[in-house]
């Protein structure tokens, strides 16, 4: 079984920065692809970013400019960057990946973006 675990949400003020974690575990053969996507109350579940092993990235128009993803595929773990963060950034963050040809998703984790 895989699970993903994420790390780094919480409250941050406008114009912030934070860094989200996500790291894979358990019996890995083979990550296809992992990113963030992000529900806001009463909104519906929207891309962040998600990259391919291929090394293709996509990042969801909101974000772009602002968050960055990376990689560190000795420990299976992609990391989010996310400056200049705005009130509408917030939302939790879900952890996504296409890991040995199955789809799992973290927990979720608060991110907040308030003075």
């Known amino acids: 079984q895989v699970q993903l675990v994420e790390s780094g949400g919480g409250l941050v003020q406008p114009g912030g920065s934070l860094r989200l974690s996500c790291a894979a575990s358990?019996?890995?053969?083979?990550?296809?692809?992992m990113g963030w996507y992000r529900r806001a109350p009463g909104e519906q579940l929207q891309l962040v970013v998600y990259?391919?092993?291929?090394?293709?990235?996509n990042y969801g128009d909101s974000v772009k400019g602002r968050f960055t993803i990376s990689r560190d595929n000795a420990k299976n773990t992609v990391y989010l960057q996310m400056n200049s963060l705005k009130p509408e950034d917030t939302a939790v963050y879900y952890c996504?990946?296409?890991?040995?040809?199955?789809?799992?998703w973290g927990q979720g984790t608060q991110v907040t973006v308030s003075s």
């Open positions: 358990g019996r890995i053969s083979s990550i296809n692809g």
């Open positions: 996504y990946g296409q890991i040995n040809y199955n789809e799992y």
């Open positions: 990259t391919t092993s291929g090394g293709g990235t």
